[in-house]
């Protein structure tokens, strides 16, 4: 956190609209992929310079250009330009930093997203920024970094034929939003699974490594909790917006993603109370270890409290050739074999005692 705060320090003193990359370093080069497609062809391929993209602004298909990489501040001032985006607009796609948002111009729309998918290794929670950019018949869409949740889109595209759903750059936006927000049912479900097991392991093993995956898991939704709220101001913005970039027939699928939103939104708060109770449970489960362990010693040192005084009383020095009052039974040919059997009765009449009254 202290490494992002002072990346953000840099643009102190610059003016608006300076292009800033806010992120983690990295130094691998940007990839450029662009789909061009109409109802009957289509097109994919990668391109190796931001000039190669240029002449997919006018063409009558539309075209998907996705960048893989916000860190090369050249390459997003170029397409700024030929694109006709603003320069703050600019400067947001390049601040990793942004929550979900939403700005309109005559010319296109742009859109902050957070994207959030598991790790194709270690399963761990990914978040991402992304940012769509789309106008009349094109879509721009900018990453972090390589790897996302648009593999299915792009499939529908391709095998999709004829193509007349996606046949407006409006109704792509809205599948690549949608893909979005399907990663998240994805990521909720796999913590639904880890806190329902949690809630096993608590009961009968609250060890405290337990506590440190109980606040992951708790910081994992919160930074769910502060992806999601935003997106649906996003969406709802969108199903209400009146522009010529929105076309009618995609407002009732925009209202659909809304309602998905939501549904996420009640699934993050329902594990966050659940979290919160796993909580409650650990401290319960170990207090109640606590408790059993003082019972289990109590009993013991009750049970030996009146087998310490006998001890303690024959222990004495006395003297029985001196006088009879002086401990009779240390004169007893039995008095051994009578002193443990007085422990051992004290000690069986104590655990009855105990089990009678559910005391153990």
């Known amino acids: ?5 002072k990346k953000i320090s840099k643009k102190r003193g610059l003016k608006p609209g300076t292009v800033v990359y806010v992120g ?9 992929t662009v789909i061009d497609y109409n109802e009957t062809e289509y097109l994919e391929k990668e391109v190796t310079t931001v000039e190669e993209c240029f002449p997919f602004k006018d063409t009558p298909t539309i075209t998907w250009i996705n960048f893989s990489g916000i860190h090369e501040v050249e390459t997003l001032e170029k397409i ?5 985006m603003h320069p703050l607009v600019l400067e947001d796609i390049a601040n990793t930093g942004h929550r ?3 700005e309109i111009t005559d010319q296109f729309i742009f859109i902050v997203l957070k994207m959030t998918y598991n790790g194709p290794k270690t399963g761990d929670l990914m978040t991402e920024q992304v940012s769509v950019v789309f106008g009349k018949n094109f879509v721009l869409t900018f990453q972090e970094k390589e790897g996302d949740v648009f593999d299915p889109v792009r499939e529908r595209i391709k095998k999709t034929l004829p193509r007349v759903r996606f046949m407006t750059a409006d109704y792509l936006a809205y599948a690549l939003m949608d893909a979005v927000v399907d990663g998240y049912f994805l990521v909720l479900e796999n913590l639904g699974e880890k806190i329902e097991s949690m809630e096993d392991v608590l009961i009968n093993d609250p060890a405290p490594e337990n506590l440190e995956i109980i606040h ?5 939704l919160i930074n769910l909790r502060k992806s999601v709220w935003p997106l649906r101001e996003v969406i709802g913005g969108l199903e209400r917006l009146e522009s010529g970039l929105i076309h009618p027939g995609t407002v009732m699928y925009l209202r659909d993603l809304y309602e998905h939103t939501i549904q996420v939104i009640d699934t993050v708060e329902t594990y966050r109370d659940m979290v919160s109770g796993l909580l409650d449970i650990y401290l319960s489960s170990v207090s109640n270890r ?16 009146p087998l310490g005084f006998l001890a303690g009383v024959y222990g004495m020095n006395f003297d029985t050739a001196s006088s009879p009052f002086n401990m009779p039974e240390l004169g007893f040919q039995y008095g051994y074999v009578l002193f443990w059997g007085l422990a051992l009765l004290i000690g069986g009449g104590l655990l009855v005692f105990f089990k009678r009254k559910h005391w153990m």
């Open 100 to 102: 979900p948002k939403m």
């Open 290 to 305: 606590m408790n059993e362990v003082m019972k289990v010693l109590t009993i013991i040192a009750t049970i030996f409290i």
């Open 216 to 220: 992951e898991l708790k910081r994992k």
């Open 24 to 32: 983690e370093h990295r130094t691998e080069k940007v990839k450029i």
């Open 80 to 84: 700024g330009r030929h694109f006709e």
């Open 1 to 5: 956190m202290a490494k992002l705060i």
